[in-house]
T-cell receptor
Framework: DVKVTQSSRYLVKRTGEKVFLECVQD?????MFWYRQDPGLGLRLIYF???????EKGDIPEGYSVSREKKERFSLILESASTNQTSMYLC???????????FGSGTRLTVV | AQSVTQLGSHVSVSEGALVLLRCNYS??????LFWYVQYPNQGLQLLLK??????LVKGINGFEAEFKKSETSFHLTKPSAHMSDAAEYFC???????????FGKGTMLLVSP
């Protein structure tokens, strides 16, 4: 089975900190995605990447950046964390979107 | 842009009753449609997907969904609910170019004894 691993299940960070969320997949998938999940809002796409060093903005990229230096790893960066970035962050990967994504277990980030 | 509407943020059923979770989509291209399930404090797990083959799609855990083009719907059903089905369910549609998925806001399924 494809595994998508997010390095932290829970994180607590202070306002203004630079935060790194890491995601690693083990099935050589070209496409990787970062979503945030908030109650009543569902999943919203932050950034995605279809190849190493390639990135595309999703629907809500403001306040975030990403890095994909290796095919298996896709990092989400909060340049200066704010309380409104408190959320569940979900990473996903796939070979092709039309066959669906495989998700990681999520990182619940609290910014205080 | 593609969009997904899930009717009802919460659905309550009794154990053994029919489960019906509604999903309507809009898509400018032949749609690829998905249902995912999320158990508490976990990521999303694929339940089933429609990719233009059979209109009735069977998934895991006894769930199935029917694609109805005329109604732009892809409702999820299960004949008999189990307590273990209590979770949040998300419908999703592939965007044009099939590069990303757009998700609905989710429906929480509550199952009572």
């Amino acid at each position: 089975d494809v595994k998508v691993t997010q390095s932290s299940r829970y994180l607590v960070k202070r306002t203004g900190e630079k935060v790194f969320l890491e995601c690693v997949q083990d099935m050589d998938h070209e496409n990787m995605f970062w979503y945030r999940q908030d109650p009543g809002l569902g999943l919203r796409l932050i950034y995605f990447s279809y190849d190493v060093k390639m990135k595309e903005k999703g629907d809500i990229p403001e306040g975030y950046s990403v890095s994909r230096e290796k095919k298996e790893r896709f990092s989400l960066i909060l340049e200066s964390a704010s309380t409104n970035q408190t959320s569940m962050y979900l990473c996903a990967s796939t070979r092709r979107t039309d066959i669906g994504y495989t998700f990681g277990s999520g990182t619940r980030l609290t910014v205080v | 842009a593609q969009s997904v509407t899930q009717l009802g943020s919460h659905v309550s059923v009794s154990e053994g009753a029919l489960v019906l979770l509604r999903c309507n989509y809009s898509s400018s291209v032949p749609p690829y449609l998905f249902w995912y399930v999320q158990y508490p404090n976990q990521g999303l797990q694929l339940l089933l997907k429609y990719t233009s083959a059979a209109t009735l799609v069977k998934g895991i855990n006894g769930f199935e969904a029917e694609f109805k083009k005329s109604e732009t719907s892809f409702h999820l059903t299960k004949p008999s609910a189990h307590m273990s089905d209590a979770a949040e369910y998300f419908c999703a549609v592939a965007n044009s170019g099939y590069s990303t998925l757009t998700f609905g806001k989710g429906t929480m399924l509550l199952v009572s004894p």
